[in-house]
């Protein structure tokens, strides 16, 4: 994914604040007159890697976009959001059932 793609991405899911990621798990819910809506503390590693590309990317894109909002962090450095990306999915590849966000939440503390 190229920065510009990256940044555009990134800073939406931060400005718009997205309350969830519509994925499919058994810990999904739907209510009335609403879009399905998943925890995400209980997304796995394994519904991750389920997703397909362009899913894939803009949950990643999210997550980052979520950890940068709880960071208050304005600024992003696209290089190492890419290094972080690649970090975790290596990780779930082998750890299906580790949490997404726990990963996320280990791999952005810096």
Known sequence: MNQLKWIAVVSTAFLLSIPAISVYG???TKQENE????KL?????RYLLKLNTDDKEATMAFLHGFMSGK???L????DKLSDISEK???RCIGRPNDSVLSLFERYRRN
């Open 26 to 28: 058994e810990n999904r």
């Open 71 to 73: 960071k208050n962090e």
């Open 35 to 38: 879009s399905e809506i998943i």
């Open 41 to 45: 503390e209980s997304l796995d590693c």
């Open 75 to 78: 600024m992003v450095d696209v």
């Open 88 to 90: 975790v999915i290596d």
